[in-house]
């Protein structure tokens, strides 16, 4: 099994910035490709980014272009989520996933999920 744990939430103003982190623990060579996804009250989740193992290939949902960056360390298992500019229909619980093959915007694709990490932008 593999464990996910988010941190750096928080609440920020438009225009902020904060920075997600994901550690993974336990079978970490089967971390694969990884993601962030999020999730706002009464909404399905929504991909927000992923970054395949070997080569860091990265992809984003066009809402976050230009304002997420997504990045990882396998040396360390971990997995990043820089969010600049930040607006409030960005707020939501964000979720660190893995597991993948490729690079899914799917949810159903990744086999480990952390427990979120909730992030509120105020206008």
């Known amino acids: 099994q593999v464990q996910l744990v988010e941190s750096g939430g928080g609440s920020v103003q438009t225009g902020g910035s904060l920075r997600l982190s994901c550690t993974a623990s336990?079978?970490?060579?089967?971390?694969?490709?990884m993601g962030w996804f999020r999730q706002a009250p009464g909404l399905e989740r929504e991909f927000v980014a992923a970054?395949?193992?070997?080569?860091?290939?990265?992809r984003a949902a066009d809402s976050v272009k230009g304002r997420f960056t997504i990045s990882r360390d396998n040396a360390k298992n971990t997995l990043a989520l820089q969010m600049n500019n930040l607006r409030p229909e960005d707020t939501a619980v964000y979720y660190c996933?893995?597991?993948?093959?490729?690079?899914?915007?799917?949810?159903?694709?990744?086999?480990?999920w952390g427990q979120g990490t909730q992030v509120t932008v105020s206008s």
């Open positions: 996933a893995a597991g993948a093959y490729g690079l899914p915007d799917n949810h159903s694709q990744y086999n480990y």
């Open positions: 336990g079978r970490t060579f089967s971390l694969n490709t």
């Open positions: 970054i395949t193992w070997s080569r860091g290939v990265t």
